[in-house]
């Protein structure tokens, strides 16, 4: 891609400062001094002239504006510095380099409203109430942007990619959003503080034209600033395309990946507004036309599971509860190995379940948000490129545990204890066809309200647990906790009876461990305990304590396990499993007989080798299988890691691995199945 940076903006000021030397000289004057030359304090008062100009303003303001891009992105890469391990001084300064065309994008769209009134080719620019006007535009745009941006070295530690247009409706329904911004704003005052220093920089700096226009005469003050205002648009559209040329793309988040080793550092390279501005109204899928063949790429993979149920349905009850931020890092059970062997994990309860599950030694979520997993969990969805709930085909016909096993008369309910209809949650159990929500609403008791996001966990599980012994069986069910969460409190009477760790989340792990214990201990004081299949994943990671799970492959590494009391359920395979992996193992431990749509595999009965893992951040799609870890930009392989070998992922060897192509096949199956399915309303077996 052609690169419109520092060099063209150096040959514009050039272009710039020819034409109005000699449109303020007369023809006779220019060649004189062309030829001639002239002193120094010619040209100083005539370049004084050119610097009260309104185009001479909007240029200085831009640089301010490019220092302050280049303040927030160091500072987002030094606070969040232990996420991204082995990055090199020579590196992040190509990353600061690439991240220019982003900042220059960016500044065009927050400040089109200010451009627009400074460009105009009007003398009335000059006035100082007009003035006044751009000045304040300017500064609550750029305010706004600086906010955002800082917002991010925060929230970034909770999603691992910079926030998107898709915030909006993934809030959109939460009322306490505002008071979480500002006790946000006060735990991470050290944010605040910057942003608040950088909004007062600008302010400070800002630079205002002179209060009268050049005196020109009319043909040549026109004549001049309609010449100046083409070119500023016309450069204008370059920097919001990041380049020139019939066959430069406006760019996207994707072009960051052109300066990154890891997806995850293209969050360095990018910066937020311009993520939120390029994803505004991103919703339509195409076809990837990878295979013009159907049949071809139904060899590979089909989401359409036909079952040969090995005996009679099953009608136990199914459990499913997904715990908000659960890493798998926060275990005892699965990391051994960790801090020389000493690791004990946050996890007690887990741990002893886990135990006497059915585990897997690689285990992964399919996204990085909350509103991505009751997708993959519960209907066997992936997420690509945007959550399945903010898409147009979240109006999909879609097949889910609810609405499977209700054609067997199971009855079906959905449990989160925050207000109704936060996250989007009760939308989506409502399309799965959930036949009941129970919410905060339903709670009806804010005494256990914890103030910014839900009930607590230990008070809202022993409610769920009695509400599934009110229910008809065989029932299916599924909770979502939130206690776990952002700004990770615990109820007064347990502060300091868990261990706090060296990340604030580590105390809540152990309270909400803590509360699925005495969760367990109610349910299994009633006769369907036995008789019920309970099955467990985190939503998604968090914050982490080793450099190990912060790799592109661990980012997505969560406990999944099946439990069923007294059962031979049991037992720890060294196979790969994902969330979309869950309903159909499910469906397969039950003996459910009749076909259905999943994206994932049962990987409890089925022989079938075809077991592997998909996701996707940061416009990099994922697939691990076997050993190997393979990225793909949607167009070509960009690397492939040994990721049980080479944890920390140093070793590239794509070209180099046999296994390459038929990964990437079976990913672009995926792939193309899923967008066309999607785009055709085709996600059910009709």
């Not at 040329?245 to 996207?252: Q, S």
């Not at 979240?394 to 008369?409: D, F, H, T």
């Not at 936060?422 to 959930?434: E, P, R, V």
């Not at 039950?590 to 022989?607: Q, R, W």
């Amino acid at each position: 891609m052609a690169y419109f940076g520092f060099v063209g903006l150096q040959r514009l000021v050039a272009v710039c400062v020819v034409l109005v030397l000699f449109l303020e000289m007369s023809p006779n004057q220019f060649i004189y001094c062309y030829l001639c030359g002239a002193n120094n304090d010619f040209f100083m008062e005539r370049l004084k002239r050119i610097l009260k100009e309104p185009l001479s303003a909007v240029f200085l303001n831009f640089l301010i504006v490019m220092v302050v891009c280049l303040f927030c992105r160091l500072f987002f890469f030094f606070v969040n510095k232990d996420l991204f391990p082995g990055v090199t001084t020579s590196h992040l300064l190509e990353m600061m380099r690439g991240g220019v065309q982003f900042d220059i994008s960016a500044f065009i769209y927050t400040n089109a409203l200010y451009l627009v009134m400074m460009i105009l080719p009007f003398k009335f620019r000059h006035d100082e109430r007009y003035q006044k006007v751009a000045k304040w535009i300017f500064m609550v745009t750029n305010a706004i942007a600086i906010i955002i941006t800082n917002m991010d070295v925060v929230y970034f530690r909770f999603t691992n990619r910079r926030t998107t247009f898709s915030i909006f409706n993934e809030f959109g329904n939460d009322n306490n959003v505002g008071s979480i911004i500002a006790t946000s704003a006060l735990e991470y005052w050290y944010v605040t503080l910057f942003a608040a220093l950088l909004i007062y920089a600008i302010y400070k700096l800002y630079r205002r034209p002179g209060s009268q226009p050049t005196n020109l005469s009319s043909w040549r003050y026109y004549a001049l600033h309609a010449v100046l205002f083409a070119s500023f648009v016309y450069l204008a559209v370059i920097g919001v395309r990041g380049g020139v040329g019939a066959f430069v793309r406006p760019i996207t988040l994707s072009n960051a990946n052109k300066y990154v080793n890891k997806t995850t550092e293209s969050a360095i390279v990018l910066n937020t507004p311009f993520c939120i501005y390029r994803t505004i109204g991103k919703a339509a899928y195409k076809n990837p036309g990878y295979f013009s063949d159907e049949k071809e790429m139904e060899k590979l993979f089909s989401p359409v599971h036909t079952p040969k149920p090995s005996g009679e349905f099953r009608p136990l009850n199914v459990v499913v509860i997904i715990m908000e931020s659960f890493g798998k890092e926060y275990t005892g059970f699965f990391n051994h190995d960790l801090d020389n062997g000493t690791y004990k994990g946050y996890t007690p309860f887990l741990d002893s379940l886990l135990a006497e599950s059915l585990t897997f030694d690689y285990s992964f979520c399919n996204g990085r948000k909350s509103i991505d997993a009751m997708p993959s969990i519960l209907s066997s969805i992936p997420m690509f490129k945007e959550p399945y709930v903010l898409t147009p085909y979240s109006v999909n016909e879609i097949s889910s545990l609810a609405s499977l096993l209700g054609e067997k008369g199971y009855y079906s309910a959905f449990f989160h204890g925050a207000p109704n209809g936060s996250m989007g949650f009760q939308a989506f159990a409502k399309a799965a066809k959930f036949q009941d929500y129970f919410g905060k609403d339903e709670y009806n008791n804010d005494d256990d309200y914890d103030g910014y996001w839900a009930i607590w966990d230990e008070e809202f599980f022993q409610f769920y647990a009695k509400k599934m012994g009110e229910f008809k069986q065989p029932f299916v069910t599924s909770i979502f906790s939130a206690t776990s969460h952002h700004p990770f409190q615990v109820p007064a009477r347990y502060e300091g009876k868990f261990p706090k760790g060296d990340q604030p989340i580590h105390q809540c792990i152990g309270y909400s461990d803590n509360a699925l214990r005495k969760f367990f201990d109610t349910m299994s004081k009633y006769d369907w305990y036995n008789n019920t299949l309970f099955v467990f994943s985190a939503d998604h990671t968090n914050q982490v304590s080793h450099q190990e799970y912060t790799t592109d492959a661990e980012i997505y590494s969560v406990p999944i396990f099946f439990y069923h009391p007294g059962s031979s359920l049991k037992g720890r395979k060294p196979e790969l499993v994902q969330q979309m992996d869950i309903m159909p193992s499910i469906l397969g431990y039950l003996n459910y007989d009749k076909p259905y749509m999943a994206f994932g595999n049962d990987v409890i009965t089925s022989s079938d080798s075809l077991k592997y893992d998909v996701n996707y951040s940061n416009q990099i799609y994922q697939i691990y299988r076997d050993n190997y870890l393979l990225q793909f930009d949607g167009e070509q392989v960009k690397a492939v890691y040994d990721f049980k070998a080479d944890r920390m992922l140093q070793n590239n060897l794509k070209g180099k691995v046999a296994e390459q192509d038929s990964m990437e096949l079976l990913l672009k199956a995926n792939l193309q199945q899923y967008f066309v399915r999607m785009i055709n309303n085709d996600l059910v077996v009709k």
